[in-house]
């Protein structure tokens, strides 16, 4: 593969992201970040409290209201948050100076989260950063008064932010049991959360190879008012592909993927080391399909990090109106049961025969995706859910024979029956919110990924079939006998001698297969796969097979389980 | 219930020999080997089929030597396949019950079953079997159909063995020209446990590996149900194949000298020595070092042994209450129980070679045919599930419960 320097635009510098914990639930999110390490970010911590300030793991600390608060907490009181930060605007302002993204982190309903947090999130967007906030909301059993100011604060962060990301406290409570102590269930609210964070400062800082950046992030969670809708998980071993999309959907802001039954858009980010296969993302997308509805978006990314070794991990973001969230989760869990696709058997015929056509459908930008859209859309209400899935073909192949995918991209067509999807209001309050060419080179980022996926893809195949009816070919005209140069003493002595005597002789000749080389038929996904040395491959091809001579490789686990283990193992 | 006498037919293409036995079930449910047909299977490799007219002539041959011997007219067999492409995964349903209905309905179950059976195999795959292995309510183990249990989730653990599709279809086109019916397909391994494993065996846990010629198959069973399965295309001539390659002797001195001197055991007083084949006129023939040709053999079996551990589920080996059932041509080897009790650590069954080779007196006990009488047992076992009310519940129960009615 042919290895080029990335556009220096294209990856942002760690200095130039900074994560922002704010009041007391901000500093707690802050150093549950900060054990975890995060690599690629710089840590501040805001406060009023002296005490909880010092302690802080944080790199950076800012002490709010010095004058006013004298180095105590606010009491819950945002009007004594929002003096004490005004207090402290300079040094906040300059801390957040260069920076390119700023995550403010903050448990809204207390003092210091609902008073400064808007307050930050305007300095940082005047600096020209893209600012995510991540808020926690309150208890139901913390009372009236504290979600109130949760809520006022939470509206102006909606306007003053790129994206907010809202969790709510009450779902955290069950990612623990109910025995369990209260310090453990925040401490997992805290560990949820960092996971959220990591994730997106994975999606956004690293480029993948099917890349996904902020513009899928922000088409993730627009919607006004939402809740985040997010799942993690990781796992390694045979079924990992399985296992890590259990894990992630377990997660309780998604209840076991019923809520993503309302999702519109979802973004998928998919993470592994080096033994990624097409396969498993194909697998993975397909089970995922199950519990996402046809017509929604799926953002697709997948990223090889050499770090993960065996792992996989699967991230999953999407947001819901917190309506539908509130009223309709009870019903939506049992209706999402009685008419799902989940046991919808699958015929053979939908399944996409050419995966690549799949993602690029899948990370073609916003808006042909939603070109698309309005015909699944309207067939979808008349028809049954067996011919919808048929139907769901169609846009993809004529999709397929439009050439030029890329331009038709950036028209924005105005459609009248942009179908319940987007609210008026938020799509004219998302451009000028949102300075996304602040974030430098998005555009332009799809091609360039595809193309290296294309190639790591396409040249082994070729490889292949020129590589094995070749190799008979040449295995055929030689002798059978395994000892093509046998010693000439050998000649002198009965057969079966020298065949003994050879033996170590025999065993030098043939170069067992290294793994690399037989790996190279299964379809693997690498960013840089290894090309068998044409010796290597010849070594491999001469190795006289007896009986099992001619038939396809029969390699298992890197051996090819044909040699004889006697030989094999002799020469490791 | 009055149940009339049944004839099945059990049929094994195997790796090296191809093997009909003829079955007649009692009204008792009493089974009598009524007769065997056995041919050196040619044009079959590692459980698949490679040429076509050799395996279609040994199969003919294979069902007149054992319509002779068991006087009956064969109609229709029960056919057992193997192959590297047979895979068996577990995969399970769960379901989450509405707040206001918590008890369990029949559909709940039958969804849930649904959602387990919808594994995700490559396209050219087809299900070979779904059995039900346990039903889980709210995460807790319920060996019972739950049926108007309260709860608030429940789930479905189902074993599904999927192979590619047309290579299956092949060994089915080649039973249908013979010509002969085809009354089901069964993954080999799962077959022969029906025959080598009772249920007490499979409640405490039991592995079974199944050393053919061309392939080595194994079923998983714990607590009852079977938990894995698979094969691996390795045998017996793999073992061969390696004697011949590593000192060069021609392929038929290569297996005599595997099964009358060769030894898996890693035991250094077996490995002194040259080991000697004569020919007709007396002269010594074949001289191999015994170190040399015991290394090769135990080499190759040790791998195949690992490659099948390695494929359990993670604690699969230490729950194994009964040991390691070893059945097939190559468990006969020499020395084979001291190399598996090595790799497992756990009891090593080994089926006695029988001293009746001919088959008028055919025995149950006989390993080279357990996959072929295996398949009469499963046979019984749909016939007596058919025999039933069915009901979905009730049939996957009695996949469940092979020996329960």
Redesign the interface.
């Known amino acids: 593969m042919i290895s080029y320097q990335r556009d220096l635009r294209e990856t942002i510098p760690a200095s130039a992201v900074k994560i922002i914990g704010l009041g007391g639930a901000g500093t707690n999110m802050l150093e549950r970040i900060a054990l975890d390490s995060i690599a690629g970010a710089e840590l501040l911590a805001l406060n009023t409290d002296i005490r909880r300030l010092g302690s802080c793991l944080a790199k950076e600390k800012i002490q709010l209201g010095v004058t006013l608060m004298r180095g105590l907490g606010t009491g819950g009181d945002p009007e004594l948050g929002l003096q004490a930060i005004l207090e402290a605007e300079n040094a906040v302002r300059s801390a957040l100076k260069d920076q390119r993204i700023v995550f403010i982190c903050a448990g809204l309903g207390g003092g210091t989260g609902s008073g400064a947090a808007p307050i930050v999130a305007r300095i940082a967007r005047e600096q020209g950063a893209f600012v995510v906030v991540f808020a926690t909301m309150p208890f139901f059993f913390e009372g009236r008064r504290r979600r109130e100011q949760a809520e006022t604060s939470l509206n102006q962060l909606t306007v003053l932010s790129n994206a907010l990301i809202t969790f709510d406290n009450n779902r955290m409570g069950e990612l623990v049991l109910a025995k369990q102590g209260i310090h453990e269930a925040f401490g997992a609210a805290d560990r949820m959360i960092s996971e959220s964070i990591k994730a997106v400062i994975r999606l956004v800082i690293s480029p993948g190879l099917i890349n996904v950046g902020l513009d899928e992030l922000m088409a993730a969670l627009r919607t006004t008012r939402s809740r985040c809708l997010f799942g993690s998980g990781i796992a390694e071993g045979k ?1 990992r592909a399985a296992k890590a999309l259990r894990n992630a959907l377990s997660s309780p802001l998604l209840e ?1 993927g ?1 809520l993503l039954k309302h999702a519109q858009t979802v973004l998928v980010h998919l993470s592994g080391g080096e033994s990624l296969t097409l ?1 498993e993302i194909e ?1 993975l997308m ?2 995922l399909q199950k519990y996402v509805p046809e017509t929604a978006h799926i953002l697709f990314g997948a990223a090889i990090d050499p770090a993960m070794g065996d792992n996989l991990s699967i991230t999953l973001i999407s947001a819901l109106p917190e309506d539908t969230l509130m009223s309709d989760t ?1 019903r939506s ?2 209706q999402g ?1 009685e008419h799902t696709p ?2 919808e ?2 015929s ?1 015929l939908p ?1 996409i025969e050419n995966p690549f056509i799949e993602f690029e459908r899948k990370t073609e930008p916003t808006i042909a995706e939603k070109s698309q859209q309005p015909e699944p859309a309207l067939l979808n209400t008349t028809m049954v859910s067996e011919s919808a899935e048929t139907v769901s073909e169609d846009p993809l192949e004529e999709f397929l024979e439009s050439p030029p995918h890329g331009k038709t991209v950036s028209i924005p067509e105005p459609r009248s029956n942009l179908s319940h999807n987007i609210e008026p209001e938020i799509c004219d309050h998302l451009p000028e919110a949102n300075p996304v060419e602040n974030v430098p080179a998005l555009p332009g980022k799809e091609d360039r990924p595809y193309a290296e996926f294309f190639m790591t893809e396409t040249i082994p195949e070729p490889e292949m079939p020129t590589g094995f009816p070749h190799s008979t070919s040449v295995v055929k005209a030689q002798p059978v ?3 093509p140069d046998k010693p000439i003493k050998g000649k002198y002595q ?7 005597e ?2 170590d002789a ?1 065993v030098d000749e043939v170069t067992p297969p290294t793994s690399p080389t037989e790996k190279a038929p299964t379809t693997q996904l690498k960013l840089d796969p290894k090309f068998p040395s044409p010796q290597n491959e010849l070594s491999f091809d001469n190795a ?5 001579e001619g ?1 396809t490789p ?1 390699v ?2 890197g ?1 090819d ?7 094999r ?1 002799k020469k490791n | 219930m009055a149940r009339r006498t049944k004839i099945h037919v059990g049929l094994e293409i195997g790796s090296s020999k191809t093997c009909i036995v003829v079955g007649e079930v009692k009204p008792d449910s009493a089974v009598k080997i009524l007769g065997i047909g056995v041919t050196k299977s040619a044009g079959v490799r590692k459980g698949e089929i490679w040429d076509f007219p050799q395996a279609r002539a040994c199969l003919k041959d294979a069902l007149t030597k054992a319509e002779d011997s068991s006087d009956v007219e064969i109609g229709s067999v029960y056919l057992s396949v193997t192959g590297s492409h047979m895979l068996g995964v577990n995969n399970r349903g769960n379901i989450r019950l509405q707040d206001n209905q918590p008890n369990i309905l029949p559909e709940h179950l039958e969804e849930a079953c649904n959602i387990a059976r919808d594994v995700h195999y490559p396209h050219d795959h087809v299900c070979l079997h779904s059995i039900i292995r346990k039903y889980l309510v709210d995460d807790q183990e319920q060996a019972a159909s739950p049926i108007g249990l309260f709860a608030k989730t429940v789930a479905a653990d189902f074993h599904i063995v999927h192979g590619i599709g047309n290579r299956i279809q092949n060994s089915i086109k080649l039973v249908r020209e013979c010509p002969l019916e085809v009354d089901d397909i069964v993954f080999a391994p799962i077959a022969t446990a029906q025959m080598a494993l009772d249920r007490e065996q499979r409640l405490r846990g039991a592995l079974l590996i199944d050393i053919g010629g061309g392939t080595t198959d194994y079923a998983l069973y714990l607590e009852g149900a079977i938990a894995a399965s698979g094969s691996i295309p390795v045998g017996g001539d793999h073992v061969t194949n390696d004697i011949h390659l590593v000192t060069g002797l021609p392929f038929s001195k290569a297996e005599k000298l595997k099964i009358l001197e060769g030894n898996a055991s890693a035991d250094p007083s077996l490995s002194v020595g040259i080991a000697k084949l004569t020919d007709e006129s007396g002269y010594a023939d074949v001289e191999v070092k015994r170190a040399i040709l015991n290394e090769v053999i135990r080499q190759r079996l040790e791998e195949t042994l690992k490659l099948v551990r390695d494929r359990l589920p993670k604690g699969a080996v230490a729950s194994l209450g009964a040991g390691v059932f070893l059945t097939g041509g190559t468990s006969l080897m020499n020395g084979f129980s001291e190399l598996a009790f090595d790799v497992f650590g756990r009891d090593i069954y080994r089926p006695e070679p029988s001293e009746n080779t001919n088959s008028d007196h055919p025995s149950f006990k006989d390993p080279r045919y357990a996959t072929a009488i295996g398949l009469i047992r499963y046979a019984q076992i749909l016939e007596t599930e058919n025999t039933k009310p069915p009901g979905c519940i009730g049939r996957l129960f009695g996949l469940f419960w092979p020996f329960g009615s």
């Open positions: 079924d076991q019923s396969y697998l397909r089970s009870r869990i049992s049961l989940i046991i058997k699958r053979a399944m006998s395994p000892l009965p057969l079966h001698k020298s065949a003994i050879a033996n025999f006289p097979k007896g009986r099992f038939e029969n298992f686990d051996e389980l044909d040699l004889p283990p006697f030989l193992k």
